[in-house]
């Protein structure tokens, strides 16, 4: 294959139509022109997410194909260098997943052309200028393309010419396959040949590998899985299109698109291609990408290696290190159960209770059935502990009240009623005085189902003040609330009806609905924000209540925060705005008037300091380090990777400690020590990139909506941690 791209500086034009990029010195220090009713300004983001502005001057927009709701149209920026821009047009977003689509468009493109944009085999990709996803409508830039489309030279390529885009289709797939990609749109109207080499078209039909697969493309191009949407994306899902290419550059037509070519024999050059199994139905039977290389004799441009050694491989060794130090500090310890508070005794009723004709009670109680041997009584009921005031409360029906709209407490009395299902469901909304309120506490109540399912877990978002704690756990619930967690085998309904439909109605709602939420006030008493009650399979409802409180209370060690000392897991929410050593975050910093802090994060520490700890001076609570605002820095290579990415649909320990290994290299190169704290001091710790918004708010507004990103990770983890996920047992791949 000859070279396919011979070397040159990407910033110097190669023809009249090839723009100098925006990044190079000259045109950054080259003067805007003069006003001109023609010219307006743009700013936007170079690849290295530089911002620069032009004076530029647009010509006239065209939709392209396979593109709804995208514009597009040629720029001219500065003094003459040329650009294509594809845009969001204001029309098209109404639809959430337009927007998607460019942002994952961008990612693609910045990915590559960060990877491969100074390589000489570099020009086989569309060369992105730059982008702004959060102008009014969000746009990308591109050099414009040489060459023609393949559909023009169908018939009119000698065979050398026909091996050099074989060759150098088949290496585009192997570097897309080296960055995770699967381009899904390899066409002869959106590949190009000038006569020396091919040019992909953008990638705005790009997957993540392993990804589900997106129904996407038509035959013969697109494989038959991809078109029918089954499995997952895969790099051979490209190489189908390249044998469909190939036998269309050589027949001079195209295939049906349904296996290998009927009349494949007839081609003696594609005789190799048929018998490597490249027109084979299933992904799974065809060659990988390198596989083909070496069947085609095309040098692997990847074989020698592609730019400098990753500098995060020195900082995952040392997470595998201080892994194995906290195991030999813990000596393998048994996974954290909130300890058990003994009952005490209590005399039983002359009659049935209220909660034994709901819930059962001792044998004693129960109607004695002539059968020979009695069944052994079940334990009795233990007490739970107050989230709250961390003392022991046992059910009580003289306590069971109702909440009125004005927050008043109603004493319920349920004696007189016979029906259970009535009963029942007024439980399902009662609550249950606290009979422990301590002289300057409030008084204070629990839902009464927090009383009469399984072994409670407490929740703690831990974090300063505009971290995005209140964004984070209303993105949290509001997926939960979808469905979120279905997958996982958990069901959830609520721990009360009406404070969880409150949530929804002024966290959940006003954050899908695009609105920034207000700074959580300071209180003078904990009280969790809400509550879940957790099922997994056919096993007895746990619940869950989440603790958001105001940072200035989580950075103080005073009394509010004493039920700190009780909670059963934690979430550690780092804002990467005062963290990162990333010069790219200050403007975003100069505009929130946040800076960065060496000293980590007050509130990690004062919690850190106050709560429990177990043999080996480790803290003995689960805990999960979430990178919250994780789109501020998505186009960082190993953030990309897995913030661009869905969740799994079930549990993976080791796709969770490479995540954890990930996030920890990066906060271990990016910012200072004390940001690891919360690893460092807990014997259980797992990392996630997360963004709760998915974007910066502009006034109280977010102006593309909220898009959260995998905001379910941290409570996954901890649930598997805790015993209440399926099939992940405690600790699995954290620590053991």
């Not at 940072?551 to 005062?578: K, S």
Request: aromatic share 6%.
């Amino acid at each position: 294959m000859t070279d396919p791209n011979q070397p040159t500086d990407p910033n110097q034009p190669t023809d009249p139509n090839q723009p100098i990029g925006p990044d190079h010195p000259d045109h950054l220090s080259e003067p805007t022109p003069p006003a001109h009713p023609y010219y307006q300004e743009l700013e936007f983001l170079t690849h290295r997410e530089v911002p620069v502005r032009f004076a530029v001057r647009y010509g006239e927009d065209h939709r392209p194909p396979g593109r709804p709701g995208v514009l597009a149209r040629r720029a001219t920026l500065g003094a003459g260098s040329h650009v294509l821009q594809y845009r969001l047009a204001s029309s098209a977003q109404g639809d959430p997943g337009a927007y998607g689509l460019l942002e994952r468009e961008v990612a693609a493109a910045v990915a590559l052309e960060r990877r491969y944009g100074g390589a000489k085999f570099g020009a086989v990709f569309a060369r992105v200028v730059g982008f702004d996803l959060t102008a009014a409508e969000p746009f990308v830039l591109y050099r414009p393309p040489t060459g023609r489309p393949l559909s023009e030279w169908a018939g009119r390529l000698g065979g050398e010419d026909q091996e050099r885009i074989t060759g150098q289709l088949a290496m585009a797939v192997r570097l897309l396959d080296e960055a995770d990609l699967v381009h899904r749109a390899i066409a002869p109207d959106t590949v190009r040949w000038d006569g020396a080499r091919v040019r992909l078209c953008e990638p705005y039909a790009a997957q993540r590998s392993g990804e589900a697969r997106e129904p996407f493309g038509g035959a013969p191009w697109a494989s038959p899985e991809q078109r029918a949407g089954q499995g997952a994306a895969d790099p051979r899902d490209d190489l189908w299109s390249v044998a469909e290419l190939a036998y269309y550059l050589l027949s001079g037509r195209p295939d049906r698109g349904e296996g290998p070519p009927a009349d494949l024999a007839a081609y003696r050059r594609l005789a190799a291609l048929g018998q490597s199994g490249l027109f084979a139905a299933r992904a799974a039977d065809r060659p990988r990408p390198p596989e083909f290389m070496r069947l085609l004799h095309v040098p692997d441009p990847l074989a020698t290696g592609v730019g400098a050694a990753d500098p995060l491989d020195r900082w995952r060794t040392e997470y595998d290190h201080q892994i194995a130090r906290k195991r030999a500090l813990s000596g393998e310890a048994a996974p954290h159960r909130a300890p058990e508070e003994p009952a005490p005794p209590s005399p039983r009723p002359p009659r049935p209770s209220l909660r034994d004709r709901i819930f059962g009670g001792g044998d004693s109680l129960r109607p004695v059935a002539p059968a020979a041997t009695p069944e052994p009584a079940p334990p009795p009921p233990r007490s739970r502990m107050c989230p709250h005031c961390l003392l022991p409360v046992e059910y009580d029906e003289r306590l069971l009240v109702t909440i009125d709209a004005k927050g008043n407490r109603i004493p319920l009395d349920l004696s007189a009623e016979r029906r259970p299902g009535h009963v029942a469901d007024a439980l399902r909304k009662a609550y249950h005085l606290c009979p422990h309120t301590v002289d300057g506490d409030e008084e204070h109540e629990l839902p009464v189902p927090y009383l009469t399912n399984g072994e409670p877990l407490s929740v703690a978002l831990v974090g300063s003040s505009s971290v995005g704690k209140t964004h984070l756990l209303a993105a949290m619930l509001g997926e939960v609330e979808l469905g979120g967690l279905e997958p996982y085998g958990l069901k959830c309904r609520p721990l009360n009806p009406e404070a969880h439909r409150t949530y929804l109605r002024e966290r959940v709602q006003s954050l899908q609905q695009g609105r920034q939420l207000g700074r959580t006030g300071q209180q003078t008493f904990a009280r969790f924000a809400d509550g879940l009650l957790v099922q997994a399979g056919g096993g007895q409802p746990r619940p869950v209540v989440f603790f958001d409180l105001a940072g200035e209370d989580l950075a103080q060690d005073g009394e509010v925060g004493r039920f700190l000392m009780g909670v059963d897991a934690f979430v550690f929410v780092l804002d990467p705005l005062r963290a990162l050593r990333l010069p790219g975050l200050d403007p975003v910093r100069e505009q929130s008037g946040l800076r960065r802090r060496d000293l980590g994060d007050e509130a990690f520490t004062t919690v850190l300091n106050r709560i429990p700890r177990q043999r080996g001076g480790l803290v003995a609570a689960p805990a999960a380090l979430a990178v919250n605002k994780s789109d501020l820095v998505r186009f960082e290579p190993v953030v990309d990777r897995w913030l661009g990415r869905a969740l799994p649909g079930r549990h993976d320990a080791a796709a969770l400690r490479e995540e954890s290994r990930d996030a920890y290299a990066f906060l271990a190169h990016h910012a200072s020590a004390a940001w690891l704290k919360p690893f460092d001091d807990c014997a259980d710790c797992t990392l996630h990139f997360v963004a709760a918004t998915g974007g910066q708010a502009r006034g109280d507004r977010f102006p593309h909506g909220a898009r959260p990103r995998r905001v379910l990770a941290p409570l996954l983890s901890l649930f598997a941690m805790c015993g209440l996920l399926p099939g992940a047992e405690p600790l699995e791949g954290i620590v053991r």
